[in-house]
């Protein structure tokens, strides 16, 4: 695969690995209600490098499958943050 070709930013995610992860921590986050993740944990959770957690979780944001207040990420509906 050439990575040079894969994109991912916070509206839109072309590779399949990145898609693939965007499945994962969606479903995560609904197998826990109530999971309030820093961008530091969810990093060591999900095993990623943190500036790549930054744009998956970013883009589940912009997606509006999560909330964030900037601190934390919660799934969308269980907090009362807003973006």
């Not at 894969?6 to 921590?25: K, M, P, V």
């Not at 490098?49 to 979780?57: A, D, K, M, S, T």
Request: aromatic fraction near 4%; glycine fraction near 10%; include cysteine.
């Amino acid at each position: 695969m050439d990575v040079s070709s894969d994109t991912c930013n916070h509206t839109t995610c072309s590779s399949h690995e990145d898609a693939d992860l965007h499945s994962r921590i969606r479903a995560e986050y609904g197998e826990m209600p109530g999971l309030k993740l820093t961008l530091p944990q969810a990093a060591r959770l999900f095993n990623l490098e943190q500036g790549r957690c930054e744009r998956v979780l970013g883009a589940l944001v912009d997606d509006g499958a999560l909330s964030s207040d900037g601190k934390a990420f919660v799934r969308a509906g269980d907090g009362s943050w807003r973006r």
